[in-house]
């Protein structure tokens, strides 16, 4: 069966930087886009990066580019999501998901496109 896993959350000062780690098993990544989310309590689930594991395409938010990079480990079973200058406003749930891609398709950025969901890390910055 197909799991993914979040860690890296926590406390962080505004201005001070985190980096998620996504770990992924039964799926291989080469077919699937592996897109960064986050869940403000009432708020819609936003996405905030995605990543294609066929050619490392990338795409971002507007409230999140230049801030935050995303990647995937060489072994492909770990995508990354960098995050630095943190704002309170990043304070959230961030949750990663998978989406099978077939060939020649655009990045998906719905939530309900994405298959697979990890159970969610809490990230809050605040001083």
């Known amino acids: 069966q197909v799991q993914l896993v979040e860690s890296g959350g926590g406390l962080v000062q505004p201005g001070g930087s985190l980096r998620l780690s996504c770990a992924s098993s039964?799926?291989?990544?080469?077919?699937?886009?592996i897109g960064w989310f986050r869940q403000v309590p009432g708020k819609e689930r936003e996405a905030i990066s995605v990543i294609s594991g066929t050619d490392t395409s990338s795409w971002y938010s507007d409230s999140v580019k230049g801030r935050f990079t995303i990647s995937i480990a060489n072994g492909k079973n770990t995508v990354f999501l960098q995050m630095n200058d943190l704002k309170p406003e990043d304070t959230a749930v961030y949750y990663c998901?998978?989406?099978?891609?077939?060939?020649?398709?655009?990045?998906?950025?719905?939530?309900?496109?994405?298959?697979?969901w990890g159970q969610g890390t809490q990230v809050s910055v605040s001083s």
């Open positions: 039964g799926i291989t990544l080469d077919y699937y886009a």
């Open positions: 998901a998978a989406d099978y891609i077939p060939l020649g398709r655009g990045l998906p950025t719905g939530p309900w496109e994405f298959d697979y």
